[in-house]
């Protein structure tokens, strides 16, 4: 079988992986608790929800604009206006099947083979793999500080003459950091300075905790021009709670916008016309399901740092935003994957390990589930690989007895 160069060079999202071992196990009825996941756990806004259904009910689901309908454009106008008080106008936006497609055709729309593009490690697991189908080189940066925020010259570092991009994520997967604004300034400054595009990935930017706010980019440009190279992605799924229905967006400068939509077009053609209506719909509806998702995620927050600060020998950077926390398990164990693997076979616990995301020695958690599984899940945890836990634990009847440390 012959296989295409980029093809080979894609590996298999082991998140997605993981995620099918544990629907497997759950299938089974075993008592698994997922603290990898990445999606809010409550439903989609009532308005989302009634405006499909009132376009599924018309019976005419038909093909959409390539770059979103005009009433989907008309809500992220408002969208922008609301949270970054820009004015964009239709030529700016594409409306994608996801953020994810949003910023791969961003991607395509820019880059050349053996372009490079700088991304803060750790990273999001999917720029990378995005990155490299594009026949581009994926160059993530770790902060020299130790920490999950990146300096400007930790970045400027890594520029060369094949620079074609930076990919700013804040609030960040998997970290929860959110950047300063000293630092977005910077980066705008110096990739307008320097003509290199800046995609924010602003995916989590509602998502954040304790007063802290994600930094709005456009606080901080100067370039205004239709020659901006700032991309902005954006869409429903995180604070909204509606992973499944695929719609993200990217804004831009006209001509870009242009030539991403020329790509999706041949691509997957416009986002569903019924999902756009569903997303219309939130955008356009009572606003206060994510006031309540963000509350909920800050309370279950805490707890899941509170329970962490008990765990010895686990080192935490207090996540500000998203619903991830990435701690340092290295003093147990330097391989995360093993560690993941011990905590799933073992305890039926699942944590995403680090190295996926560029830092091995970490597990990333989440905090979008319940309570009794933050609680819970880390409790296990903490008995499979603390030397000092008892010999024993019950999960409902059944008894376990620790053998591997
Ligand atoms: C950092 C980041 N960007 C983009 C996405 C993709 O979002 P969507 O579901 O809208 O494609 C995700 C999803 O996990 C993400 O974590």
């Avoid at 929860?176 to 995916?203: H, N, Q, T, W």
């Avoid at 909920?296 to 010895?312: D, P, Y």
């Amino acid at each position: 079988m012959s296989i295409s160069l980029i093809g080979r060079s894609i590996g298999e999202s082991v998140t997605l992986k993981l995620n099918e071992t544990f629907a497997i196990l759950k299938a089974k009825g075993e008592p698994v608790i997922h603290l990898g996941g990445g999606e809010p756990k409550s439903k989609a806004p009532i308005d989302a929800l009634t405006a499909i259904t009132a376009h599924l009910n018309s019976g005419e689901v038909r093909y959409a604009p390539v770059d979103g309908s005009v009433e989907m454009k008309k809500a992220i106008i408002r969208y922008t206006m609301d949270h970054y008080h820009r004015q964009v106008e239709p030529e700016n936006i594409i409306a994608s099947s996801g953020a994810k497609q949003a910023l791969m055709v961003a991607l395509q729309a820019i880059l050349n083979p053996q372009d490079e593009v700088i991304y803060p490690a750790p990273y999001w697991v999917s720029y990378p793999e995005m990155v490299k189908l594009c026949g581009a080189i994926p160059v993530p940066v770790l902060p020299e500080d130790g920490s999950f925020t990146p300096r400007l010259s930790d970045i400027e570092r890594n520029v060369t003459s094949y620079t074609k991009a930076i990919i700013i994520n804040s609030p960040n997967n998997p970290t929860g950091a959110v950047y300063p604004a000293s630092l977005i300034s910077e980066i705008v400054d110096f990739c307008e300075r320097k003509s290199i595009y800046l995609i924010m990935d602003d995916i989590y930017h509602q998502l954040t905790f304790n007063g802290v706010k994600a930094v709005n980019v456009f606080d901080h440009v100067k370039d205004f021009s239709e020659n901006s190279k700032l991309i902005i992605i954006n869409g429903v799924s995180k604070a909204y709670a509606m992973t499944g229905f695929r719609i993200g967006w990217g804004i831009a400068n006209k001509r870009l916008i242009k030539v991403m939509a020329n790509i999706q077009g041949h691509q997957t053609s416009g986002p569903s016309i019924l999902l756009q209506k569903a997303a219309i719909g939130a955008i356009s509806g009572v606003q206060s399901s994510i006031e309540s998702l963000r509350t909920t995620l800050e309370n279950n927050r805490s707890v899941m740092i509170q329970r962490l600060k008990a765990f010895e020998g686990v080192r935490l950077i207090e996540p500000d935003g998203t619903f991830y926390a990435f701690a340092d398990f290295s003093a147990y164990e330097k391989d995360s994957t093993k560690l993941s693997k011990l905590l799933l076979d073992k305890v039926r616990v699942l944590a995403m390990p680090g190295v996926e995301f560029g830092l091995d020695g970490h597990l990333r958690l989440s905090y979008c589930g319940s309570i009794k599984d933050i609680t819970e899940g880390i409790e296990r945890m903490k008995w499979a690989i603390d030397p000092n836990s008892s010999n024993e634990l019950y999960i409902g009847e059944r008894k376990l007895v620790r053998d591997w440390v």
